[in-house]
């Protein structure tokens, strides 16, 4: 009776681990969860705390409910997709390049991750870029818009610039993609909105020296002269708190506008701010680009502080696209209010969703685990492919990507701060769609 017991036992262990072992080789294409579903994970890198928050934590909670959705309703039948968040900021307060090159540096050890929603700066693209290109690696930001990451023309002011595709784009290949349009189209639309509709014919212009900062200031110069305007000077000042002696400078000028390239983070608040108490600019108008329009800046300014404020966005509003209603509604009941850029999180992360989809179905083999060098290499450049080849109707429009990875929607949307709901908020002005 021991005896057969015995047999009986090792008979049973036997069988065991050999489940177990086929158990986790699950289907030879990835690691598996206990249910048997196969890892595949999507990261982003965005300035998620910090000074620089309000900008990109809407963007992160929109990619983080894109995935959740795909996971709830069984998107892609035997896969979970698992959400891997970075934060680029430093010591700063601020996003730094080199925090978001280590980022990238590290989701690429991870053979699991698959693609990257972000980043939000363009600089911090610009050190990301070749290190995500080498890999490969696909990154899809919802908000970089200097021109010069993927352009280098005559006609976009790129040329000569560092020779930058040569060093964003070391392979010759791309792997970088964004769904917002460019400095020289966001920049241009602000000075015809200045000029053209407000009537400002002189304006004053500060950048904060960063890489987005002096692209969408030049691309403003460029199209307010062109306009018919007058620059009266042209300043490129560092992060500080206080602009007192800038903006006396700029006062005696008497400009019609000033027009501030940078964040809110990087200036935009105490620039603002202090003109209020600066004589003769206590009721000047302030413009910038997509980096001002933030709650940050409008909460600290308030509704009714000094001269009217406008920002541009480089993306369509989607509040003003019906078939987008549903995930207004849905992520206002998560996260609450939108961000300039919670719709184009949720757009890049549908986008990975959708490439990785069409690579698997196309019998593309996700890595078998994390540390799957090889097989995340094929799997991995499987998802660029199809992202280069998307055709996707979104909450922020229709995207598809150029021979640059550029989005071909080239909608600019203007705002002004003023009152919303009964606190201060961004007002929709209008929006250009560009040929």
Known sequence: ???????????????????????????GTGTTTTGGDVIIKIASDLPVTGAAASAGKPAENGAHMAIDEANASNFLPGYKFEFVPKDDVGA????????????IAALIDDAEVVGVVGPFN??????????????????ISPSNTNT????????????????????????????????ATTDNH??????????????????????????YGVGIANAFIKQFEADGGKVLGH???????????????????????????????????????????????????FMGGDGLQTSALADAIGATSGGPVYSTVAAVDATKIASAAKFITDYKAKYGDLGAYSASGYDCAKILLSAIKAAVQGNAKPAKNSSDADGAIAFRQAVIDQIAKIDYNGNTGHHS?????????????VYQLGDVAGKAGWNYATSVTLP
């Open 92 to 103: 700063s307060s601020n996003a730094e390049p080199a925090v978001g090159a280590a980022n």
């Open 122 to 139: 363009s600089a911090v693209a610009k050190a990301e870029m070749p290190i995500a290109n080498k890999a490969p690696l696909a990154l």
């Open 235 to 285: 300043d490129s000042i560092k992060a500080t708190t206080d602009y007192t002696q800038e903006l006396t400078k700029v006062a005696s000028l008497k400009p019609g506008l000033i027009y501030f390239a940078g964040l809110d983070s990087t200036g935009g608040i105490p620039m603002r701010k202090q003109m209020v108490g600066t004589p003769g600019l206590e009721k000047t108008p």
């Open 148 to 179: 010069c990451l993927t352009q280098n023309t005559e006609d976009t002011g790129c040329t000569g610039i560092n020779d930058w595709i040569t060093s964003v784009r070391p392979s010759g290949k791309v792997t970088y993609f964004r769904i």
């Open 1 to 27: 009776m021991a005896k057969r017991y015995s047999r009986f036992f090792a008979l049973a262990m036997g069988l065991t681990l050999l489940l177990g072992l086929l158990s986790a080789c699950g289907t």
């Open 186 to 211: 966001q920049g241009g639309v602000g000075a015809d909105y200045s000029y053209k509709t407000l009537g400002y014919k002189t304006a004053f212009v500060v950048d904060d020296t960063t890489v």
């Open 401 to 413: 990507f150029d021979q640059n990875g550029d989005t071909t929607n080239k909608t600019v949307t």
